[in-house]
């Protein structure tokens, strides 16, 4: 018993149940109870947070149809008794600790204001390689998108080496979130040439909203130039 995997969400009992995810690479991996209550949308709240902290709380059967921000269950069948020990955790409660407040931030919708604060009251090194950590552990994408949102909004150019070997090697999927921390890490012109290389590879229909998304965040003339020499059709929705 001593080596059994636990159930990612009771952290307790064995885990002898695989489910799929939208990630073939990283299912779920639970005990028989805890499936039994993700299947039925009645986790109790700490259950839900540390899958969600895994998982994302935007994969299947943890989205905002089913739970609430801090884990109270919308649909269940039947009442979900919460005690105590059964809570998720808040900010209040993890802010000192670096690794409990990424955590927390794993499980936020968005990244907000108040997270951002907390997260700037660590030591920028330690955030950076708790940060990259976290990024190449994972093979969710919204896991990865949130690492590179703190970049973005906690670290700023402490994190522009990291940045640069990401926009070399990353594919579309994480373009929105790693073109916001290229704005944020590296000096201007470097970073929108970079973004404006990634966009030569989009398709025609889908450049006009993914440059804006990518590039809202930088404050530079040279995107003007751009938009003019590129952006040639107009599609009306």
């Keep these: 018993m001593e080596n059994a995997v636990l159930c990612e969400a009771c952290q307790k009992n064995a885990m002898n149940v695989v489910e799929d995810t939208d990630e073939p690479k990283q299912p779920y991996q639970l005990c028989q109870q805890c499936h039994k209550r993700l299947l039925n949308n009645s986790l109790r709240p700490i259950e839900w947070y540390r899958l969600a902290v895994l998982h994302s709380p935007k994969q299947f059967l943890l989205h905002d149809d089913f739970y609430g921000e801090d884990g109270q269950a919308f649909l269940s069948e039947g009442d979900v008794i919460v005690t105590k020990e059964d809570k998720a955790p808040t900010l209040q409660d993890v802010r000192q600790d670096l690794a409990s407040l990424l955590d927390f931030s794993i499980t936020r919708w968005f990244l907000e204001a108040d997270v951002i604060d907390a997260?700037?009251?660590?030591?920028?090194?330690?955030?950076?390689?708790?940060v990259q950590n976290r990024f190449n552990e994972t093979q969710h994408i919204e896991v990865k998108s949130r690492m590179l949102e703190i970049a973005a909004d906690v670290l700023g150019t402490s994190a522009a080496g990291w940045v640069r070997e990401l926009m070399i090697q990353t594919d579309k999927e994480l373009l929105y979130p790693l073109s916001w921390a290229t704005a944020s890490s590296l000096p201007e012109d470097e970073g929108?040439?970079?973004?404006?290389?990634?966009?030569?590879?989009?398709?025609?229909?889908?450049?006009?909203?993914?440059?804006?998304?990518?590039?809202?965040?930088?404050?530079?003339?040279?995107?003007?130039d751009w938009m003019e020499s590129a952006c040639t059709h107009f599609h009306v929705h």
Aim: hydrophobic letters at 35%; aromatic letters at 6%.
């Design 119 to 130: 997260l700037k009251q660590h030591d920028q090194q330690r955030i950076l390689d708790s």
């Design 192 to 224: 929108l040439q970079h973004v404006l290389e990634k966009l030569t590879s989009i398709s025609e229909k889908e450049l006009p909203t993914d440059a804006f998304i990518c590039m809202y965040r930088f404050r530079s003339n040279k995107i003007l």
